[in-house]
């Protein structure tokens, strides 16, 4: 992404007119005008790096909705999220060798949605007891688990690994910090929306856009160590997330996948 000349204010722009007047008419040399690229902004851009992320992670905290997508990289892996997120939750797809699941958290209960392939997975294949079935094979158990929401025992050790992934405060409190010397580094755009860009280390630590238009919410993060990059958009904008109906979901009583 590549900086960009934020546009005149329509003072600047009236400064401008009345300059080409004056050399015009009036025999002058001529005369400067040098714009703001704060004008007109939230003003976070004229703050330092440290105070800017301060302001983002405020803003973060003061709304309770907020859409992320995008990649992270963790323990070697790579997944792909598109998740909405609620205090009470949150809900989305995530992708990880090829497998895309639905991931359902309603306080602190975790579902997963997913084809059979993925619940073939499972050590072992997924047992009749699991499914609710009496004498399926495998297949046929991991067919019946198949676009259920299946409850995660919170003892599993998928619980444990995905549950951040649809929690508002965890997710953000881990994502929202840079690495080492903060810094500014030029104004810039994304989907739209003017905003400045903090970086850590030179961006070796990270970087991250923030508005410079209404609230200063994180839009764009490039985590550290090539670690995922991740856009945030639809701050405040509610919606729905209620537990799955009773026939649509299964507990599941064996170890979901460890891959």
Not at 33 to 53: F, W
Request: net charge negative.
């Amino acid at each position: 992404m590549t900086p960009i000349s934020p546009g005149r204010s329509r003072t600047a722009v009236l400064a401008s007119a009345v300059c080409v007047l004056l050399v015009t008419g009036m025999g002058l040399t001529g005369c400067s005008e040098e714009a703001d690229p704060n004008e007109g902004t939230n003003g976070v851009g004229r703050l330092s790096a440290a105070e800017i992320q301060k302001r983002t992670r405020t803003a973060a905290k003061s709304v309770d909705t907020v859409r992320l997508h995008g990649n992270v990289v963790t323990s070697g892996r790579t997944y792909t999220l598109d998740m909405r997120l609620k205090p009470e939750g949150g809900i989305g797809s995530v992708t990880a060798g090829g497998q895309t699941f639905r991931l359902l958290k309603v306080d602190e209960e975790l579902f997963l949605k997913a084809d059979a392939e993925f619940w073939g997975q499972a050590e072992g294949g997924a047992s009749e007891d699991d499914a609710k079935g009496e004498g399926a094979s495998d297949a046929a158990a991991a067919g019946k688990l198949a676009e259920k929401y299946v409850k995660v025992p919170a003892g599993d050790p998928s619980y444990k690994k995905f549950i951040g992934f649809a929690d508002k405060d965890v997710l953000l409190n881990g994502l929202l910090t840079l690495h080492g010397t903060l810094a500014t580094d030029g104004h810039h755009e994304q989907g739209g929306v003017r905003t400045i860009r903090i970086t850590g280390d030179q961006g070796s630590g990270g970087t991250l856009d923030v508005s410079l238009e209404g609230k200063p919410y994180p839009l764009r993060l490039v985590r550290a160590g090539k670690a995922g990059t991740l856009t945030f958009s639809a701050w405040g904008t509610d919606f729905a997330l209620e537990q799955p109906a009773e026939d649509e979901t299964l507990d599941y009583e064996g170890q979901l996948p460890t891959s």
